[in-house]
Nanobody
Framework: VQLQACGGGLVQAGGSLRLSCAASGRTFSNYYMGWFRQAPGKERDFVAAIHWNIGSTYYADSVKGRFTISRDSAENTVYLQMNSLKPEDTAVYYC?????????????????WGQGTLVTVSS
């Protein structure tokens, strides 16, 4: 599995960014595609996840109502639309893929990772 994340950048608080994660190397039937983030000196935290087939979504409380995860099955791409960004959203964002079962929010349950894309939100 290869995952290629892009779309990060510098944005002012209140602004928006859309991250993309292009997936290849296998079919993703019954996989979860997740977004995680890691700020300097902190643990890697769950942001959002989506079931590839069903489209069910999961969000961290800190981003619920501001971020939206979606997927384009034809393009094998997962998106993370981030609105109303806050300085505390600053982190390296990673996409991940696996079949984590009930541990969809646990980064340790994912074995395939993209390279990360930096999001910086200025105040």
């Amino acid at each position: 599995v290869q995952l290629q994340a892009c779309g990060g950048g510098l944005v002012q608080a209140g602004g928006s960014l859309r991250l993309s994660c292009a997936a290849s190397g296998r079919t993703f039937s019954n996989y979860y595609m997740g977004w995680f983030r890691q700020a300097p000196g902190k643990e890697r935290d769950f942001v959002a996840a989506i079931h590839w087939n069903i489209g069910s979504t999961y969000y961290a409380d800190s981003v619920k109502g501001r971020f939206t995860i979606s997927r384009d099955s034809a393009e094998n791409t997962v998106y993370l639309q981030m609105n109303s960004l806050k300085p505390e959203d600053t982190a390296v964002y990673y996409c991940a893929a696996d079949r984590p079962g009930i541990a969809v929010r646990n980064h340790k349950a994912y074995n395939s990772w993209g390279q990360g894309t930096l999001v910086t939100v200025s105040s």
